[in-house]
């Protein structure tokens, strides 16, 4: 492996020197041991529209997915400079740890296939996702070998020692998410980038940066490098993780770690340098691993300025910049930072042949991929999409005669404004089309009817986040109201599934509608007479429930 420490002969030092100009960043740093991987700018991304409905100034996504090394993402700048140092230069393995869908892993894959080493990876179970799926699946069809535990809590009792230990079995071990003090100097050139950035007019200097909040180590690596470079900012660290890793004085700790390791490399820094770091709390949902509402409609409001954003991580991160605008809590300009590595990433064609017998099993016993499901994308109504204020919630007008057994007002005022664009019929009322709805819904299963809450909350209040209107669905004139829904039919998905559930509901109560029947080309139910004498009712009469019976999905009798 001499050849790696060739790459921090001070001749390699100097050519890395003049390749990081455009980068801003000092002779010292550009100097720091590196494998050279990152060599120009990742490319920052303005979204006008988007900060215009959310009420800021301007708003930039930082696109180190774009980044070429290790299909991109946060964890290329960790390793160009950690893979560089002893005692992983020339370390023919090393050890690492995460989730079974960890990008870290898939990252420390990428570096293993790129510089002829191996990976010893011990992984622990989460929530099947596509995206889960397909990290593992590189994990196991590079030069990797598979070692499987049923969680974090089982890891770390039976190996102990890859959480408190720099070596295992022989093997350096590289910590969660790369982040060791030369990691986190790595990604301290990122804040130096970004100054230079500013410099030439690519964007203002950002009042905040949100970032996802993880092991710590991007987020201590940004508020270092952004201190050193003078951009005077704050990093809203979004916790990703539970609060026992995710904790501010961990960040702390890993600047002034980073500091350290910094000042005696040749570059004079000390922690108090470094910009403020606020943890952000109330994104994390139900675990670490798990996408929230929250995180599911960043990740579309993002998907629809062509910015790749996923769930676990970084949606959760843009899910409280969303928050924050709609609460008036985030300054004019804002920085997103996004982390996310490209994808898809290239697996071998039997690459579950390598798994662990135990994990092979667990998949095949686990439901189905999470594609991100239905009801934890409605979920949440308004707060699902974060740019919603409290004020759209009312200002519904009466209705005296509303009565209501499942639906709210304004859940009748969603339909009836939905009925003329897609019933498709002018003599129907959208409120006799609600009530019927409603009577429909009276019998159905409490988690159905959960379900179509969701879906109207969705409706009425994505228009802002998802089709760039500051008005909700019901104050829209109905042309507007029909390119808001043909918009979310377009994206396909579980947006497309939601504007569909929506036309069903208002056709089934467009159909109970006697008064909708002649524009729908419908005659009614058929008379005696044209049903003719061997069509008697009374044959029929064996298919009747005795009179008051109740629905079986009301608790009656079958």
Known sequence: MGYVA??????????????????????????????????TPSPVTSLPDLAKHLRLGALTVKRDDQLDALHGGNKARKLDVLLATPPFTDAPAWASLGAIGSAHLAACTAAAQALGRRVEAHLFFEPLSNGVLENLAFVASGPTTLYYYGSRIELGLRRRELLTSSHVDGVPVIPPGGTLPPGVAGVARAGFELAE?????????????????????????????????????????????????????TVRSHVAAAARWLSANGVPTTAEQAVRVHVVRGQLGA??????????AAVEVLQQEGVPIEAVYTGKAFAALLADASSGRTPQRVLFWNTVRRGPLPP??????KLPARLNKRIDGAASPVRVGRRVVLGGGVAALGAVAVARMTGYPALPDWTGAVLARWEAHVLAAATPVLAGVSSVDGLVVAANVDRFLVTM?????????????????GTTPLGLRLSRFTRLPPDAREAFLRSLNARGGLMA???RGLRDLVL??????????RGIGYAGPWPKEALGPENDDAKYESFRAPSGTAPKSAGGPT
């Open 6 to 39: 060739a790459w921090t002969s001070r001749c390699q030092r100097r050519r890395n020197v003049l390749g990081h100009a455009a980068m801003g960043l000092s002779d010292e740093l550009a100097a720091l041991p590196s494998l050279n991987w990152v060599k």
């Open 197 to 249: 950035q500013i410099r030439q007019g690519v964007l203002e200097a950002p009042d905040v940066v949100y970032c996802a909040l993880g092991t710590g180590g991007t987020v201590a690596g940004l508020a270092l490098g952004l201190g050193l470079a003078g951009v005077k900012t704050e990093v809203r660290a979004v916790a990703t993780v539970e609060r026992l890793f995710t904790s501010a004085r």
């Open 287 to 296: 675990g670490y691993g798990i996408p929230t509402a929250q995180s599911l």
């Open 348 to 353: 071998a064609p039997h690459w579950r042949e």
């Open 445 to 461: 299963p409490r988690a159905l009817q959960l379900e179509i809450h969701q879906l109207l909350g969705l409706v009425e209040h």
């Open 497 to 499: 599934e939601a504007c």
């Open 508 to 517: 089934m109560g467009v159909c109970r509608d006697a008064a909708a029947w």
